[in-house]
Nanobody, 123 residues
Framework: QVQLVESGGGLVQAGGSLRLSCTCS????????MGWFRQAPGKERDIVAA????????DYTDSVKGRFTISRDNAKNTVALQMNGLKPEDTAVYYC????????????????WGRGTLVTVSS
């Protein structure tokens, strides 16, 4: 089965940076579009960033544009989310997800999910 495992979450001060990483195993990683989602307590899960299977296309939700960067290394079966200029409103559990669909990166379905890693940004 496909397994996604996130790492890199933690507690940082506002304005700081974190780098999240996700490792995929169990299937051919390069065939998936990959996304990062986040969910704050009491809120719905929303997509933050996504990257196409080849890495040639990326997209971001408006609130993180210019601050977050998604990347992938298919040789290592990993996808990363570099988060700079963190704000308290970025506090959430961040999830890595994989999509077998072919569509718009931020609106297509995602089929496989990690368990999440907690990011807490203090003011």
């Amino acid at each position: 089965q496909v397994q996604l495992v996130e790492s890199g979450g933690g507690l940082v001060q506002a304005g700081g940076s974190l780098r999240l990483s996700c490792t995929c195993s169990g299937q051919i990683f390069s065939g998936f579009d990959m996304g990062w989602f986040r969910q704050a307590p009491g809120k719905e899960r929303d997509i933050v960033a996504a990257i196409s299977w080849s890495g040639s296309r990326t997209d971001y939700t408006d609130s993180v544009k210019g601050r977050f960067t998604i990347s992938r290394d298919n040789a290592k079966n990993t996808v990363a989310l570099q988060m700079n200029g963190l704000k308290p409103e970025d506090t959430a559990v961040y999830y890595c997800a994989a999509s077998t669909a072919a569509g718009r990166l931020l609106s297509q379905g995602y089929d496989y999910w990690g368990r999440g890693t907690l990011v807490t940004v203090s003011s």
